[in-house]
C-alpha cells in the first residue's frame, strides 16, 4: 500500500483507508507475533492454506495489563477481515464475559468443516472497546488434529464424512487412557481412574468436561445389590464476583454411563445414563 492512494469504501480503523495498515505474514509453522494496539485499530497476517493442509490453529492471548485490553481475532479468505465493515470475516473468536474463561481464544481451519477453503487466508486482530490491547498471537499447522494433544500417534487412513465416499485422512490413535471427544479427534480427554474411598480434586474450564473412570463392577457385586455412591463437591475459581460474573457462573453436570474403553457420558439425547446439576458450591 506504500504506493498506493487511500481506497474508498473501507472502514474506519482498518488502516486501508490510508495506507496505514499493518499486514504481517505466516509462512512457516509454528510462528508467533505479539503486538499493542490501540482502542480500535487492527494488525493482520497473511496465510496460505494448500491442499496438503489439514487443520490450521491460531490462538490469540489477551496480556492486557490488568484485563483492560480487548483483542478479538477475526479470520477471512481471499482479503483482510475488517477491511469493508467491521462485521466482514469468516470466523471470529467469541467474547467471554464469565470470570471463569480463559484469556486465550481459539479459532480452527479443518479440511472438511465447511469454512476451509484453499488460498490466501488474513487473520485479523482487533482491539474492541476503549482501551489499548497487549496480545500474543500464535499459528499452527497440524497433519493430524492439535497433533494428538501428545497422547496419541498421527497415521494415515480412511474417514468417511457424512453425504460423502471415504477419504485419505491424517488421524489420532490415542494412548492408553486418553479418547477424542465428540468432533474433536484429538486424544484431548482423559479417563482418571476413581479408587474406593479416595478423593480426587481437578479443575475444569467453561464448556469442558473432565472424565473419571469409575471402579469396574463385577457380575458378584451386581448379584449382590451393591450400592455405589458418588460424592462431588465444588467451588468457583473466583470467589470475588461482581453481579455480571454471578449472572455468567452456571453449576457444572455431573453425568454417569456405563460402558468402557472410548464410551462416554456427554450432553444431550443419550449422552448419559444419569446427570444432574449440581447444588450450591462447597456442598456435596
Not at 169 to 186: E, I, L, T, V, Y
Not at 233 to 251: C, G, I, K, L, T
Request: net charge negative; with cysteine; aromatic share 10%.
Amino acid at each position: 500500500l506504500e504506493n498506493q492512494a487511500p481506497v474508498e469504501g473501507h472502514s474506519h480503523g482498518s488502516g486501508f483507508e490510508d495506507c496505514s495498515a499493518e499486514v504481517g505474514e505466516f509462512k512457516s509453522s509454528p510462528a508467533e507475533d505479539s503486538h499493542t494496539l490501540e482502542a480500535g485499530t487492527w494488525k493482520f497476517y497473511r496465510f496460505e492454506v494448500t491442499e496438503n493442509d489439514n487443520q490450521l490453529v491460531l490462538d490469540l492471548n489477551n496480556v492486557s495489563p490488568s484485563h483492560q485490553g480487548s483483542p478479538e481475532l477475526y479470520l477471512k479468505h481471499g482479503v483482510p477481515p475488517g477491511s469493508q465493515s467491521y462485521r466482514d470475516y469468516d470466523l471470529k473468536t467469541r467474547v467471554e464475559w464469565s470470570p471463569t474463561s480463559r484469556k486465550t481464544n481459539e479459532l480452527i481451519l479443518e479440511n472438511g468443516d465447511g469454512v476451509f477453503r484453499l488460498g490466501p487466508w488474513f487473520a485479523g486482530v482487533r482491539a474492541e472497546g476503549s482501551s489499548a490491547a497487549n496480545y500474543t498471537l500464535s499459528f499452527h499447522r497440524y497433519l493430524c488434529p492439535m497433533d494428538c494433544g501428545g497422547h496419541g500417534v498421527c497415521q494415515e487412513g480412511l474417514q468417511t464424512v457424512e453425504g460423502g465416499p471415504p477419504r485419505k485422512a491424517h488421524m489420532c490413535h490415542c494412548d492408553q487412557g486418553f479418547f477424542s471427544p465428540p468432533n474433536k479427534g484429538d486424544c484431548s480427554a482423559e479417563s482418571k481412574p476413581l479408587v474406593y474411598g479416595e478423593t480426587r480434586q481437578d479443575e475444569m474450564k467453561k464448556a469442558e468436561y473432565v472424565f473419571f473412570l469409575l471402579p469396574y463392577v463385577t457380575e458378584e457385586m451386581a448379584k449382590r445389590d451393591v450400592e455405589m455412591e458418588v460424592l462431588v463437591q465444588y467451588s468457583f475459581a473466583s470467589q470475588d464476583n461482581s453481579f455480571w460474573e454471578s449472572v455468567y457462573m452456571e453449576p457444572p453436570m455431573l453425568l454417569l454411563r456405563k460402558g468402557g474403553d472410548e464410551v462416554y457420558p456427554s450432553l444431550g439425547d443419550g449422552g448419559a445414563d444419569f446427570q444432574m446439576e449440581l447444588s450450591k458450591p462447597n456442598h456435596a
